[in-house]
Each structure stands twice: as C-alpha cells, then as structure tokens.
C-alpha cells in the first residue's frame, strides 16, 4: 500500500480538468485498493468555508480542533506565520456506487513570515537556479511558492512508517515549489511526480499566433529533427514563471503527461527533457451502459427544448460543452456545420446544435436568465452587455448569428449558462431535464480544440452511442487510437487541421503559416469531417442501437479503472 499527496489548486473544489482528473482517479476501484491514503495539498481560498461540504478537523482560522491536532500543526503555524486547515472530503461516483474520503491539507498564507519565503526562495536558487525574484509579480506564483514549505512539514507530521511509500504529485505547475521543497530537504522517503495536464509554454504560443496547431506542431516536427527546441524557434521563455517552474520538472522521479502530443511538447522544452522518464498516464473517460429506450428518452427532451426555441422539431441534435476560451476551436465546428447544413437540406433532414458554454464561472441566476427570456427570447437571441453577453462571449455569438442566418436545416442555440436545468436555464426547458441528458441525448459532440492535452469532455457522450468529432492534436486521439487498435469506428471523427495542403519542408516556411492559410485547411478539412458525419450518423433505430453499443465498448476501454490499472499504478512504481 502507498500514500499519494496530490498538490493541487483543486483540493476543494472541482473547478476544471485538474478537478475532473482527481474525481476520476479517486473513485475509481482500483486507485482505492491500491493507494491506503490519499493527501490533498492547496491553498485556503475562503476562510470562511475552507472545505466547502468536507469535514474540518482542525482550523486554526475557526479555532476548530477535533482530534487534537493542535500539538502537530500549531509549532508550523507559529513558524511560517500562516494557518492551516486540515479536514477530509468524500470522493463520491454516484453512478457506480463508490465513495472514497481522502485528507486535506489548506494553507493561508496571508500573513507569512517573509524572512523564511526568502530563505527558501535562496534556497531554490542554489539547487535548482530558480529566480524566485523574476516573479514576485504574479500572485500565483507567490501563492503556490509559500504555500510549499507550511504544507510539506505538515503533511510530514501526519505521516507513519506505514503509510510508506510516500509519493507527492504535482498536478501542473501549482505542485512544482512543493516538490521542489522535498527535493531540497532530500528526503528518501519521498518520491515525486510531475503530472503535466498541459505544457503551460506550449499553450500561448498556439493560441497566440494566427496559425495555431496548423503551424505549430508542423514546427514542433520540423525543429526537433533539426535538434531544435522551443527557445531556439520561438525565443526565449524563462520571464513565464510557469515555464520556470515546470522547466525543473526534469528533478522528479518521474512525469506523467495526459497524452501523446503533451510527451513531445515535453521533448521540446530543452535537451534535458530527452533523457528523462516520461510516462503516458490518458485520463479516464466516464463508461455507462445506456439502453436504447434512455438514448430516445434523453433525445426526446432536447428536440422538445429545440421545438420551444425555434418552432420545429429537429431530427438530429448536437452539442458542444465546454469552456468558452479561443483553445477549444468553436469556429471549426460551424464550419463543419456548414457543409453538414447543406447536405441535411438535400435529405430533407433538420438539425440544432446546442453550444453551452459561458466565460461567468457561476452562471448568471435565475432571476436574470428569467428576464432575458421574457424581454428578447435568450437564448435564441442575445444582447451585448451583463447578464447577457460578456468578453469572447459576443464575439463567438457574432459567427452563430451568421450561421443562422444563412442555413437551411440546421439552427445553433448559444447557451451561455453555467447548468443545464430548468432552474438555471429558464421555462422554455423541459421541467424534468438534467445534465445527463445532454450527454446522453446528444447524437454529435463536437471537441476540435487548437490545443487539448486530452479532452475529457469531447468524448464523455461516446458510450452513450453519440459520434464524438476531435481534432487530431487532442490527447485523447491517441487513447482512442489505442483501445480501437488504429481501426475506424463510426462513434469517432479525427479531423486533422495541421495536415497542409501542399508540402513545406523549411522552419520558416512552416513558422510562416498564419490565418489564410490554416483558414484554407480548415475548409478543406471540416468538409470532410462534416462527409463523414453526414455518413455515420444512425437513420434507424436498429443504427442508433448499434451506436450505443460500439460506444459502450469503446468508452469501458477507456474508463478510469483502465487508465488506473494499466498507466497510473505502473508510473508509481517506476517512480520508485
């Protein structure tokens, strides 16, 4: 049996793919048998509820001490000047049964003794040559460097012999300062593990230039069979401190990266990255066994939901959930959709999709979605302006209204809400509608991101007889090529945007490529996606049966047990 202590921003609250990644791991059979303990690490963000539903155990914030855990915690506390929070939280997988509670360990920093943040900065910089001082600007980076020694001698405290071996994972850069706190104190008893969710330097260099994953991994390519790597191509990056950070991941025992295009941008970061261990560890994709009678039920709402938008039943519906950030590649699907439209025009068949994503965490409440209903017909129709549209909201409303004004059979709903229920989305939704329903319902879910180390979401509806459409640059398109044994099965669709019309062979002819010539790929290239779409998409009952189960198949290969089994486990122990 082991101890693993996850460093995450994530440790309460699940806010994103790190939060879908713990979720999945932690209810999964097998990481339960196999790992006695489980330690969550991270910052306190609210005093005031610092657990959210788990149980505290310990506060010195609320004077809250449960087990007397005073004795252990305070000698830290009056240390570092911070205050510690220690609790536990239920991991629950209701669908399957399973619950498992795991530890926290919450740090405020807010009074810190700054005497020691820099003795420990000073620290850094002789081992490992970080310049702590290159960053004090950003507030994360201080945030995730102090929280580093407080919560390791903390973690240290509650540990036993028995609970060995002891491995601490870094999810992202968040983890890198308490890892590199373990190495400094040069504890044997600890191994560590970088966990790249991302390759955070890779990331704004996608998105910020024109010609995105058509550009850059055609670069990538070219530079590392010239032996070049990121700063010989793009310039320098040490001034982002969480290249700084994830650059010293070359001192873990080992580095988990999510899928196969994260191991090379890994490669890419420098020559010190060729030589070290770097496992691929996919992430889990949610298996369900779903009758047909659950798909149709599911469907059924979603084309009531279209009949009270838009006045017509649709007879095939999409969707895209997602976060609305330029990386996810929204553009491409309404691309896709416009040959799709004129192809269901020739058939006489009609189609809505439904695009739910919002950059208001939260979502907006009831009573505003409610008013924007009744004053303009949200969500059909849209106004600039909170509790409407805000930031790249408007912006990507700009292309569906262009979409509908020109298609024949099929209609795009923008649903910028954060839920999908009545009580988050307004009247005009089925009362008895839930979240599952979209992913059960769906008969294309659409993910063709520009940069996505795996993909969770895109293909979530995949067991549920739903065709998932990708993009080849995302982490999952290697997992599903795996557990498919490089076949093509009709529940999936890899549209490759970085394949060029016309063979370039230089760096700088490839480092050239901008938005008129990616734009000229993603024509030719969502064509054929949109044909293939067009081809697989069930026109019977006994097609929609045959859907679910070649999906149910495929997602149980890829289901958390698997990736838990087959990559995690086996990265613990080479980390050893």
């Known amino acids: 049996m082991s101890t693993v202590i996850h460093v995450t921003h994530e440790a309460v609250r699940k806010i994103g793919g790190i939060g879908a990644v713990l979720q999945g791991l932690l209810t999964s059979p097998e990481y339960i048998s196999n790992i006695s303990r489980t330690i969550l690490v991270g910052p306190a963000f609210d005093p005031k509820d610092p657990l959210g539903d788990g149980e505290v155990l310990y506060s010195s914030l609320e004077g809250i001490d449960k087990g007397g855990y005073k004795s252990m915690f305070k000698p830290i506390e009056e240390k570092h000047h911070v205050w510690i929070v220690y609790g536990k939280r239920d991991f629950i997988d209701k669908m399957n049964g399973v619950k498992n509670e795991v530890e926290v360990i919450l740090v405020d920093t807010s009074s810190i003794h700054i005497d020691r943040e820099n003795f420990f900065k000073a620290n850094l910089y002789r081992r490992f040559g970080l310049q702590s001082d290159r960053y004090e600007h950003n507030d994360e980076f201080e945030l995730y460097l102090r929280i580093a020694e407080p919560a390791y ?8 012999p028995d609970d060995a071996p002891y491995f601490i994972v870094s999810h992202e850069f968040m983890g890198m300062p308490f890892v590199l706190k373990a190495l400094v104190e040069r504890d044997d008893g600890f191994r560590t593990i970088f966990y790249a969710h991302e390759v955070a330097t890779v990331r704004p260099i996608v998105e910020g230039n024109l010609g995105h994953d058509t550009m850059f991994y055609n670069v990538l390519d070219r530079a590392m069979k010239e032996g070049k790597y990121i700063e010989d191509v793009f310039g320098d990056q040490s001034g982002f401190f969480k290249h700084a950070l994830i650059s010293r991941a070359v001192h873990c025992d080992n580095i988990f990266a999510v899928g196969d295009y994260v191991v090379k941008e890994l490669r890419f970061l420098g020559p010190e990255f060729s030589s070290v261990n770097i496992d691929l560890v996919y992430n889990g994709v949610p298996a369900y066994e779903i009758s047909l009678e659950e798909k149709l039920n599911s469907k059924d709402k979603l084309q009531r939901y279209a009949e009270a938008l838009l006045g017509f039943k649709p007879d095939y519906v ?3 959930v997602t976060r609305l950030v330029p990386s996810k590649g929204l553009w491409r699907d309404l691309k896709v959709l416009r040959h799709l439209d004129e192809m269901f025009a020739g058939e006489g068949k009609t189609g809505v999709i439904f695009f739910l994503s919002t950059v208001i965490g939260a979502g907006r409440s009831i009573e505003e979605v409610l008013k924007m209903e009744e004053e303009y017909g949200w969500p ?15 912006d990507f409303y700009v292309g569906v209204e262009e979409f509908n004004r020109n298609s024949k059979a099929i209609k795009a709903i923008f649903i910028n809400q954060f839920g999908w229920s009545r009580d988050r989305c307004g009247n005009r939704m089925p009362e008895d509608m839930e979240f599952m329903d979209i992913r059960k319902g769906t008969d294309v879910e659409f993910g063709q991101s520009i940069y996505e180390p795996f993909g969770i979401a895109q293909v979530e509806p995949i067991s549920f007889g739903a065709i998932c459409v990708i993009s080849n640059v995302c982490g999952c398109a290697g997992f599903l090529e795996k557990v498919t044994d490089g076949e093509e099965v009709p529940n999936l669709i890899v549209a490759d945007y970085t394949r ?5 062979t230089e760096l700088g002819e490839l480092l050239s ?3 008129y010539e990616r734009d000229e790929i993603e024509k030719q290239n969502s064509l054929e996606a949109a044909e293939k779409i067009f081809h697989n998409l069930p026109r019977t009952s006994e097609g929609m049966e045959g859907m679910i189960r070649s999906g149910y198949r495929i997602g149980s290969k890829m289901s958390w047990d698997v990736v838990v089994s087959d990559y995690f486990l086996p990265g613990l122990k080479r980390a050893l």
Request: negative net charge; charged residues 20%.
């Open 513 to 515: 490529i901008g938005l």
């Open 153 to 160: 001698e903390a973690v240290k405290t509650l540990l036993t």
């Open 500 to 504: 060029l019309s016309q063979e370039k």
């Open 318 to 320: 999409f969707s895209h």
């Open 380 to 394: 059909v129709n849209h106004r600039i302006g909170y509790p409407d549209l805000v930031g790249y909201e408007a």
